[in-house]
């Protein structure tokens, strides 16, 4: 589908105008898609071509477009923040499993403000995406946060430009706790966006754009927010809590979400009502094709897997990432047995 976006910032331009024949010749196992993990991605295949000397490119293009280059099979793999419903993969021939943990977090710019101490909750931040809310000292705000000085200040909003997983994890969230969000714009990899906001591409162009811009509020990746030093909102949970993005709230949605009972791994962490639990949890799965028709590219693959969930969790914990649970790691690489085969019907992973 083609669109056209005003005011676009365009992120990670030059990984997006490679060929696939230029990527193919370059890398042993070419992959791409979510751009939120893509710093813990990258950092992977860096460490373990110095491991191994078996190159993985990763393109940050957002989930939307992973899931279609998986489609028409010019990915080795892709990732998304967005995962597939059991039919849907069945239809295209794939399996998804989480790699990797974080949150996805609103952030504000608004200077004389202490950074990380502007309160919202549901409803609050879906009317400022309705336009409902079009000002910083609008009385819903100032009742959330009597102790600050919020200022006579236009709202810009910013949302993210391309198909994206984080689009679709913050729409699914506002979706679950606002009746007027849900029946007016829903949920998806974008949607029909008010006129006047800003877009950005991908978690980049889109953290530009905030900090950039007095008065922005925008969604980015936990990461994005650390590295950037984004003033991250205190977002109220379901159980009632204002709860400050860190790495032990998104741990604590991941550890009490119900993987066993997940048909092919098909889980979205938002709204969940642990009282610790942060709101919107991104979950980074990766997307495999049932049959590896070269046998020798998937048994790669698998042995990256597996050495990132066993070997590499104090680079996921620096970058602000949490890596899976070890009984998840173990139930994931156990349907790698059951679901993964070369072309002759032969399983390659023992």
Same mark, same amino acid.
């Given at each position: 589908?083609?669109? %056209?976006?005003?005011? %676009?910032?365009?992120?990670?331009?030059?990984? +997006? =105008?490679?060929?696939?024949?230029?990527?193919? *010749?370059?890398? !042993?196992?070419?992959?791409?898609?979510?751009?939120? /993990?893509?710093?813990?991605?990258?950092?992977?295949?860096?460490?373990?071509?110095?491991?191994?000397?078996?190159? *993985?490119?990763?393109?940050?293009?957002?989930?939307?477009?992973?899931? !279609?280059?998986?489609?028409?099979?010019?990915?080795?793999?892709?990732?998304?923040? +967005?995962?597939?419903?059991?039919?849907?993969?069945?239809?295209?021939?794939?399996?998804?499993?989480?790699? *990797?943990?974080?949150?996805?977090?609103?952030?504000?710019?608004?200077?004389? *403000?202490?950074?990380?101490?502007?309160? $919202?909750?549901?409803?609050?931040?879906?009317?400022?995406?309705?336009?409902?809310?079009? &000002?910083?000292?609008?009385?819903? $705000?100032?009742?959330?946060?009597?102790?600050?000085?919020?200022?006579?200040?236009?709202?810009?909003?910013?949302?993210?430009?391309?198909?994206?997983?984080? =689009?679709?994890?913050?729409?699914?969230? $506002?979706?679950?706790?606002? /009746?007027?969000?849900?029946?007016?714009?829903?949920?998806?990899? %974008?949607?029909?966006?008010?006129?006047?906001?800003?877009?950005?591409?991908?978690?980049?162009?889109?953290?530009?754009?905030?900090?950039?811009?007095?008065?922005?509020?925008?969604?980015?990746?936990?990461?994005?927010?650390?590295?950037?030093?984004?003033?991250?909102?205190?977002?109220?949970?379901?159980?009632?809590?204002?709860?400050?993005?860190?790495?032990?709230?998104?741990?604590?949605?991941?550890?009490?979400?119900?993987?066993?009972?997940?048909?092919?791994?098909?889980?979205?962490?938002? !709204?969940?009502?642990?009282?610790?639990?942060?709101?919107?949890? @991104?979950?980074?799965?990766?997307?495999? &094709?049932?049959?590896?028709?070269? @046998?020798?590219?998937?048994?790669?693959?698998?042995?990256?897997?597996?050495?990132?969930?066993?070997?590499?969790?104090?680079?996921?914990?620096?970058?602000?990432?949490?890596?899976?649970?070890? !009984?998840?790691?173990? +139930?994931?690489?156990?349907?790698?047995?059951?679901?993964? =085969?070369?072309?002759?019907?032969?399983?390659?992973?023992?």
């Amino acid at each position: 589908m083609k669109m %056209t976006f005003q005011k %676009t910032i365009l992120g990670f331009s030059i990984a +997006m =105008t490679l060929t696939a024949s230029q990527i193919c *010749i370059a890398a !042993d196992l070419t992959s791409g898609g979510a751009t939120a /993990p893509a710093e813990i991605f990258t950092k992977w295949a860096s460490e373990y071509q110095a491991k191994t000397g078996i190159k *993985i490119q990763y393109q940050a293009f957002g989930s939307g477009e992973a899931i !279609d280059k998986m489609g028409n099979k010019t990915l080795d793999f892709g990732v998304t923040d +967005m995962p597939l419903k059991p039919e849907e993969l069945d239809k295209m021939g794939l399996i998804q499993f989480p790699m *990797i943990m974080t949150g996805l977090v609103p952030v504000v710019h608004l200077n004389g *403000i202490a950074p990380n101490s502007v309160k $919202l909750d549901g409803t609050t931040l879906a009317d400022i995406y309705l336009g409902k809310i079009t &000002r910083w000292n609008d009385p819903a $705000l100032l009742a959330l946060n009597p102790d600050l000085k919020l200022p006579e200040l236009a709202i810009t909003v910013v949302h993210r430009a391309d198909h994206s997983g984080s =689009t679709y994890l913050f729409t699914n969230y $506002l979706s679950k706790v606002s /009746p007027a969000w849900q029946s007016s714009m829903g949920e998806g990899e %974008t949607v029909a966006w008010k006129a006047g906001q800003m877009a950005g591409m991908g978690d980049e162009g889109t953290t530009k754009l905030v900090a950039d811009m007095q008065g922005a509020i925008g969604y980015v990746g936990y990461p994005s927010a650390i590295d950037h030093k984004l003033s991250m909102i205190l977002l109220k949970n379901r159980a009632g809590q204002f709860i400050k993005p860190e790495d032990y709230v998104f741990q604590a949605a991941v550890m009490r979400a119900a993987w066993h009972k997940a048909p092919k791994f098909y889980a979205v962490l938002t !709204d969940e009502p642990a009282k610790d639990a942060w709101p919107i949890n @991104a979950a980074s799965f990766v997307l495999l &094709r049932k049959v590896q028709e070269n @046998a020798d590219k998937g048994s790669k693959m698998l042995k990256f897997f597996d050495w990132v969930y066993h070997d590499n969790n104090d680079f996921a914990l620096e970058l602000g990432f949490i890596p899976l649970p070890e !009984d998840l790691s173990e +139930m994931v690489q156990d349907s790698w047995k059951t679901q993964l =085969t070369d072309a002759s019907g032969k399983p390659i992973w023992q």
